[in-house]
């Protein structure tokens, strides 16, 4: 990232931190959490689905992971949730080596449909079971997380300590994509994505970076999770462990462009809100058309824009810019 984009960059999350100053309605501060949480767990997604090219359909459970593990840890343990985060993301990265390092090595669509396995058998098992490792997770009921408050527990009596919280969370998710998308390991992982073969011909560890990604991916997401989870002050493995949580991720990240840094974030800040927003102007009406609107909307922006919102977005302002130099 060039001096131009790093100063925009800070004067862009210098303006953003200002929003609880002069914006104190609490359902207004609520849906920008709502859309920085989104937007943060696409583009972690992105990562393993965008820039290594992996269709990763159940990736959602490192959420459920992220929320459970520390959840756990700071109710029956006392272990902080800064901590509990951490151990999350290292339990969720190396459950992501594990099935990477066994479907990577098959061609076709074993590594899409592991991960929905895995997401499946976890859900599952936290739904049917009590008692997870000697630990009361409560099944299929909600798992509640004692209120302690402060910032140590991760825990705030209003909503701007949470916007602070996830805006940090979001600018160190683009901060962590920008650097892998320039470094090394972004080209080898471009490369892969574009022809593992000859990659490997040329001495790219394909293996090695596809892990690296998944890793990285689960890693983020499961501290997402865990962030989240304290966010809500309860856990409902029913939505945590989701199949549509996990396909509304991955919808965002290639709506917004997958392999793009602000495209993921992009999509998550228009869809993220557009659902709960549909179901206020129209919810009521007529059952089902808030989710039937949102669905059209969703195929319309694919259509549309097979590559996603992002590049159509640039190819437009160059092409208005080329439009200008002609004349």
Known sequence: MNKKKLAFFAAVLALSALVPVFVNRSLVLQYIINMMIFGYLALSWNIIGG??????????????????????????EGISPWLGMIAAGVIAALLAFVVGRITFKLEGSYFALATVAMLHIIRITFMSNEYILGYRTKG??????????GLANMQFDGKSGYYWLFLGLLAAGIAVSAWIKRSRMGYYLQAICTNPEASSSLGVNVMGMKLAANCISAFMIAVGGSMYAFYLSVIDPSSMLGYDMSIKILLFAIIGGRETLMGPVLAAFIMAPLGNILRGIVGASVAGLAEVIYGLVLMAAIYFMPKGAWPSIMRLYQDKNSGRCRK
């Open 140 to 149: 299929a009921l909600s798992f509640n997380i004692k209120w302690k408050g």
């Open 51 to 76: 820039y290594a090219g992996q269709l990763a359909l159940g990736n959602g459970v490192y959420l459920g992971i992220g929320a459970y593990v520390a959840a756990v840890l700071y109710t029956y």
